[in-house]
Structure formats: C-alpha cells, structure tokens
C-alpha cells in the first residue's frame, strides 16, 4: 500500500521560495506517476505537476512552467516540489499522488494515492 507524506509548506511572500516534499513508501515506484495537486478554497483540485520516477521525465501546468520544479531522490524516496517566484494565486492545499502508470495524465481521478496535503499561503 502506498502511502504519502507531504511537508514543507508555509506562509511566504510573493516572489519568495518554497519546496515541498512528498516521503513515499510502500511500494517500489519504478513504474508509477508521481503527481502534484493544489486545491484553493472554493475550487476544484487542479494538477500542478508530475514526474515519471523511472526516468525523471516531467510534466508541469502551463501556469507554472519555469517556476516549479518536481524532482526525486531515488534514494530517500522523496519527491519534491521546488516553487520559485510564488504568487498569491498559488495560495492553495498541495497534495503528493501516486499512480501506477508510465503515462501522463492532468487528471486527479486517475491517481490512487494520495497525502493529507500541505497547506501554501502566499501574501500579495
């Protein structure tokens, strides 16, 4: 079973940095998917970025492209979440997920595993 934890958020100003890190464990994740979600208050849990553990290739939302950078350490089983240049719309909950897939995909139904989340507040 996997199971995830996320750690690392906080309060910062805009223009600040911040990482996430996401402990997995449970499983070998050679074969998965390893995504980031935020959910703000009052809307919908939207992907944010994802790595395919096997190969470190990445995929990120058009929003974040050049400020976010997902990564894992294959040793610790870690997968982080680097933020630069935050603003106050990346106020949000941000949650680690798990699929067993070598695909791609934006959609949170599709992963099966998920953290409790690490809340990001980013003062304007």
């Known amino acids: 079973q996997v199971h995830l934890v996320e750690s690392g958020g906080g309060l910062v100003q805009a223009g600040d940095s911040l990482t996430l890190s996401c402990a997995a464990s449970?499983?070998?994740?050679?074969?998965?998917?390893m995504g980031w979600f935020r959910q703000a208050p009052g809307k919908e849990r939207e992907f944010v970025a994802a790595?395919?553990?096997?190969?470190?290739?990445?995929y990120y939302e058009d929003s974040v492209k050049g400020r976010f950078t997902i990564s894992r350490d294959n040793v610790k089983n870690i997968v982080y979440l680097q933020m630069n240049s935050l603003k106050y719309e990346d106020t949000a909950l941000y949650y680690c997920?798990?699929?067993?897939?070598?695909?791609?995909?934006?959609?949170?139904?599709?992963?099966?595993?998920w953290g409790q989340g690490t809340q990001v507040t980013v003062s304007s």
């Open positions: 997920a798990a699929r067993e897939s070598w695909i791609f995909t934006v959609d949170a139904g599709t992963y099966t595993s």
């Open positions: 449970g499983r070998t994740f050679n074969n998965f998917i």
């Open positions: 790595l395919r553990w096997r190969s470190s290739a990445t």
